[in-house]
């Protein structure tokens, strides 16, 4: 970051910096654009967020079609829009990378002994993973391993699994011309040599970038306010924290696991506004935490940096690893998500 | 900072919170630096609580925010908005240093031993308040968004 800049003391935010507002409004986000592109200064205004309520999803979600997205483990991308890319096309797009994973396991470059050469790779659309009528439909990208046996289920297993969407990108529809498809947030389940291949074929293809998406503690401590602001019916999981101590022979872990009702119950304690959550609320919420732990340990969790957020809605990582487990509340963490994926192109 | 040229004489005493202990005698203060480590709320709000402590005759000018860590984005716990607030409801200007590096270390130095030049008077011609205003009017209409 270029922020550093000897001859000025003041804080000047340029365009290079990326001017961080968490909150959601497209129009806001626009104006931000439209001032960044214009080269002044710009603060943003304390943040607000709308909690993710169930009546915001899409209702031809079907449970049972987005069921494979949930209980596994994600690693999260951002992605550029993609140049030329067309819906119609997705089954030329996977004879085309099966082709090309063909050609690069034989290759030697990701050999592991006894891998199954015999891979079909199937392209599908997503439907109802979007936000607005204006977001691109959600795709996925499957890497199955043919069975060798004919006698065996034509289905084989799945191998790796990559799936684009973008939810609420409406700031990044804009600023776009025609020939680009945004689908800002790329999630992968799978061995890591595949995402480096599938993402190889991409960025060839479509002129795109990957960039893995970190997830700070500052927005790991908004994801457990929202996360705890859900109704849930019942809990599946304890709602819990981890924090790394910076120490220096080696970090120190600290967890903190809280009953999810408990956790619910402080949250609306400290909640004001109906429908939306502001950073006041936030911070408080976190502050109760860290003073209960202080009284009882004496140790300033505040000084340490969160790393991880795990709840009955989704559990994230700051490496950017998520976990989603309800999917009532899919498409309001995929929302956040696409959000912090937008950021970190732009 | 004391490795830098300095015609008088440069003393730097560190502290973790304020109010300082009374009992001791000390020279005269020229300029509070507090410095606040993105990557923890816990130093914010430190910051906060020593700041109740400083006279009021000290926020023409003597005092100045240091943010430190915004390099490590993935590290960051506060928001940067947080301390560009804070700054402007001290009315005190806010200098970004990543003091973790070296070269920006040795250029944060340099710019400080200036200023505090400036605060004790050693400057001929500029005072304390002068810098503040100079450096208020770079700051632009932004902040009275605020």
Avoid at chain 1, 75 to 94: D, I, V
Wanted: aromatic share 10%; hydrophobic share 40%.
């Amino acid at each position: 970051m270029d922020s550093y800049d000897a001859s000025e003391s003041t804080p000047r935010q340029s365009t290079s910096l990326r001017p961080e507002d968490y909150f959601i409004g497209a129009t806001f986000l626009q104006k931000r654009l439209e001032s960044v592109r214009k080269q002044t200064s710009f603060i943003p205004t304390p943040p607000r967020r709308k909690i993710p309520h169930c009546s915001q999803l899409q209702e031809d979600v079907d449970p049972q079609k987005v069921a494979f997205l949930l209980h596994k483990q994600w690693t999260l991308y951002s992605l550029t829009p993609l140049y030329k890319f067309s819906y119609s096309n997705l089954k030329e797009y996977s004879r085309l990378l099966n082709a090309f994973i063909v050609a690069e396991k034989q290759k030697g470059l990701a050999v592991e002994v006894g891998e199954d050469f015999n891979v079909k790779v199937i392209f599908s659309t997503v439907l109802g993973i979007k936000g607005t009528q204006r977001d691109p439909e959600a795709f996925l990208v499957q890497i199955l391993s043919k069975s060798q046996l004919p006698s065996e289920n034509r289905e084989g297993k799945v191998l790796w699994t990559g799936w684009f969407c973008c939810i609420f990108g409406d700031s990044l529809l804009e600023t776009v011309s025609e020939d680009f498809t945004c689908l800002p947030l790329f999630l992968a389940n799978g061995a890591e040599s595949n995402t480096a291949i599938i993402g190889t074929w991409f960025q060839k293809t479509f002129d795109c970038y990957f960039s893995p998406l970190a997830i700070n503690a500052f927005n790991l401590s908004w994801m457990a306010a929202m996360w705890t602001a859900c109704k849930m019916d019942h809990y599946v999981a304890t709602t819990e924290f981890l924090w790394s101590v910076p120490c220096s022979p080696q970090s120190l872990d600290i967890s903190y696991a809280i009953h999810p009702e408990d956790a619910k119950a402080l949250w609306d304690s400290v909640h004001k506004t109906p429908g939306e959550v502001t950073q006041e609320e936030v911070d408080l919420f976190m502050d109760c935490l860290y003073s209960h732990f202080h009284r009882h340990f004496k140790i300033h969790l505040s000084a340490t940096r969160l790393v991880r957020v795990s709840t009955s809605v989704a559990s994230a990582h700051t490496d950017g690893k998520i976990k989603i487990l309800c999917h009532k509340y899919l498409i309001g963490v995929l929302a956040y998500l696409t959000e912090l994926a937008i950021f970190q192109i732009e | 900072m004391l490795k830098e040229d300095c015609t008088s004489e440069l003393k730097v005493h560190l502290a973790k919170s304020l109010p300082l202990p009374s009992s001791v005698n000390r020279p005269r203060i020229d300029l509070i630096v507090f410095v606040v480590n993105l990557h923890s709320k816990y130093s914010l709000q430190n910051t906060e609580e020593s700041l109740r402590h400083v006279d009021a005759s000290f926020f023409l000018g003597k005092v100045c925010f240091l943010a430190t860590g915004a390099g490590r984005e993935s590290h960051c716990s506060i928001h940067r908005h947080t301390v560009v607030k804070l700054a402007h409801t001290y009315q005190s200007p806010l200098l970004y240093c990543d003091l973790e590096v070296e070269g920006f270390q040795a250029t944060m130095a340099q710019r400080l031993v200036r200023m505090l030049q400036m605060c004790a008077g050693h400057v001929p011609g500029v005072s304390a308040l002068n810098l503040l205003s100079l450096l208020r009017s770079s700051e632009g209409p932004s902040l009275e968004d605020m």
